[in-house]
């Protein structure tokens, strides 16, 4: 079956620590996108990408990084320069003009 | 540059009841609209979609939403929940000639009661 998988689904980060959250799709889709959701704020944009090797920054991407060196794969870097990770993050992909796909998020909490 | 107002953050409801989940949207050029479903812990799943053609778009699970031009709106019913319904819904919407963005609502969380 064709989807979108992220990983891990929980993760812990201590203090001054960069981490990577995983995200892969077989549905042959162009583009990709990571979001980070907070209870009441719903989804915002971190980083987008279009086509391989090609990426953008979205709304809040102070803090992370991308790379789009397959067009299966999307990993996200969250950076010591985040100050407030804590969030559910959320990857999804899509064709041009086609509806999202998501995966089941990545819950990051810092200890 | 678009946007989404969702102005119910929490819609409480008994079960069997209707319910309309309100969005409008801000945009100077035609856009696409969409309503998401998220059920605790998961990612979000498409419900319906407006793209073009008859304003009144359905679900395969009893929701139905009204693109109306005018009032700039694309409120999201159902005339009877159930217990299974309880989610949280997002409406979103994308420019029709502008690139793959969706930006999305704050979200409204439908709690269907007993």
């Known amino acids: 079956d064709g989807g979108i998988t992220q990983s891990p689904k929980y993760l812990f980060r201590k203090e001054g620590q960069n981490v990577t959250l995983s995200c892969e799709q077989n549905l042959n889709h162009d583009a990709m996108y990571w979001y980070r959701q907070d209870p009441g704020q719903g989804l915002r944009l971190i980083y987008y990408?279009?086509?391989?090797?090609?990426?953008q920054k979205g709304d809040i991407a102070e803090g992370y990084s991308v790379s789009r060196e397959k067009k299966e794969s999307f990993p996200l870097t969250v950076t010591s320069a985040q100050k407030n990770p804590t969030a559910f993050y959320l990857c999804?992909?899509?064709?041009?003009?086609?509806?999202?796909?998501f995966g089941s998020g990545t819950r990051l909490t810092v200890v | 540059a678009q946007s989404v107002t969702q102005l119910d953050s929490q819609v409480p409801v008994f079960e069997e009841a209707p319910v309309e989940l309100r969005c409008n949207y801000s945009s100077s050029v035609s856009v696409y609209l969409f309503w998401y479903v998220q059920y605790p812990n998961q990612g979000l799943q498409l419900l319906l979609k407006y793209l073009s053609g008859s304003t009144l778009v359905e679900s395969i699970n009893g929701f139905e939403a009204e693109f109306n031009k005018s009032q700039t709106s694309f409120h999201l019913r159902k005339p009877s929940v159930h217990i299974s319904d309880t989610a949280e819904y997002f409406c979103?919407?994308?420019?029709?000639?502008?690139?793959?963005?969706?930006?999305f609502g704050t979200g409204t969380q439908l709690k269907v009661e007993l």
């Open positions: 979103a919407v994308r420019l029709t000639g502008g690139g793959n963005k969706l930006t």
């Open positions: 999804a992909s899509s064709i041009a003009q086609g509806a999202y796909t």
């Open positions: 990408s279009q086509i391989v090797n090609d990426f």
